[in-house]
């Protein structure tokens, strides 16, 4: 059976070389980075190596960049941390951040009584950035935003700068989630107005469970786990010397890239839309998705006909996407992101999908997608 994988959002295949990389440094390097002697010294010089690249692609110092588990874990580490070390006690966000944001906030204010706002959408997804000026002048409290910089569902690429400055403006943090974005774009860390943001390897073809936080040196964020002081003390646990050492090289080889994956990519993205569209004359594109304020990386379209079972139906036919978040993938649960923008009558009439590319798809992929959406959607037509 031909197999499809179009849920690069979800997670990437990884690249040959930064196997290559690993399997290497697994084979001949087993040294603890703590230790002084030479194979201690040799695993801490490969995680050096790849918190330097990070910070020179990023434009910021080392000392920055502290390696977590991933982005899950980098989000909680500066959302948690912010509140114990920072005085935060309010957090603005948005009802459409990833639900590694969203159960952390929702915990800090359950358990730790911060209050918590949120700002205003429209039926696009889009900020209203009147409501966080209004929402952010509303009180004195010590004040985190937390909005990230491209949403993983429907795409959206939000206005860091713009929300970065209102947030400064008024004297709060800025903390983006840059899981979608960081490897996928040239960003500068150091001349956009934020102080925190995430970062996860499996998003740009590295390993899984390996990622960073960055942490504007001047903050003051403490650690969340701790013990032996790894990290400059910022995340102890002896490191993921191989993750790290495979996240440092496919953040290189993301970054040397750039432009032409993101040239393929995009071009892909083009096609499925002009293909779909002519396919399906009443089709939705969910958010800024078909706009250029979205992930080059990601379509999420909500089909015009209600089947449930569609995600299981493309599994059968080997094509794998996904119906909202990795998390939504298979589950008959409905997207909470989509259920925040859509009406009812859209969500109760149509099929949500979200395809999402990198270099390793072709326009085949599209083709074979669309042939069998096209056999769905005509068994509706008869059934009707
Ligand atoms: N934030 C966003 C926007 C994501 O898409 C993801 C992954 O799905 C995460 C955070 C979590 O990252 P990780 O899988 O590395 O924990």
């Known amino acids: 059976m031909q197999k499809v ?4 959002a979800a997670t990437t295949h990884m690249h040959e070389e930064v196997i290559q990389e690993m399997v290497n440094a697994m084979r001949f390097n087993f040294g603890n980075p703590s230790s002084s002697h030479f194979f201690g010294r ?10 330097k690249t990070i910070a020179q692609y990023t434009g910021v110092t080392s000392a920055e960049i502290i390696f ?8 909680n580490l500066i959302l948690r941390s912010s509140v114990e070390y920072l005085g935060v006690e309010r957090i603005i966000t ?3 951040e990833h639900s590694c944001v969203a159960e952390t906030v929702n915990s800090l204010n359950k358990n730790q009584n911060i209050q918590v706002d949120y700002v205003n959408l429209n039926d696009k997804g889009e900020i209203d ?5 209004q929402l952010l002048k509303a009180s004195d409290k010590k004040t985190i935003v937390s909005i990230m910089h491209a949403n993983n569902e429907i795409g959206n690429l939000n206005p860091i700068e713009k929300i970065g400055d209102l947030a400064h403006a ?8 840059m899981v979608q974005t ?3 774009y040239a960003i500068n860390l150091e001349n956009l107005p934020v102080d925190f943001a995430s970062s996860s390897a499996h998003k740009f073809h590295g390993p899984k469970g390996t990622g960073f936080a960055y942490i504007k040196k001047s903050t003051g964020l403490k650690a969340q786990i701790t013990g032996g002081g790894q990290e400059r003390n910022m995340r102890s646990g002896t490191e993921n010397v191989h993750g790290i050492l495979g996240l440092g090289k496919a953040f290189e080889m993301a970054n040397e890239n750039l432009e032409k994956d993101m040239d393929y990519i995009f071009a892909l993205k083009e096609y499925a839309i002009q293909e779909l569209q002519s396919a399906f004359p009443d089709i939705h594109f969910n958010g800024m998705c078909a706009t250029e304020n979205s992930l080059y990386t990601l379509l999420s379209l909500s089909l015009p006909f209600k089947d449930g079972l569609i995600g299981f139906e493309l599994d059968l036919r080997g094509i794998a996407c996904s119906q909202g978040s990795a998390c939504q993938s298979g589950a008959a649960k409905s997207s909470r992101v989509l259920n925040e923008i859509l009406s009812e009558d859209m969500i109760a009439s149509t099929t949500p999908l979200r395809i999402s590319f990198s270099t390793h798809n ?3 992929d599209i083709d074979y997608l669309l042939s069998v959406l096209k056999e769905i959607s005509a068994r509706h037509s008869a059934t009707a």
């Open 5 to 8: 994988y179009l849920d690069n």
């Open 42 to 51: 040799e695993s801490k010089g490969y995680i050096e190596k790849a918190r």
């Open 68 to 75: 977590t588990s991933g982005g899950t874990e980098a989000n």
């Open 362 to 364: 072709k326009k085949e």
């Open 94 to 96: 948005t009802r459409i």
């Open 129 to 133: 950035l009147e409501d966080l000026q």
């Open 182 to 184: 960081l490897g996928h």
């Open 170 to 177: 008024h004297d709060a943090y800025y903390h983006s989630d």
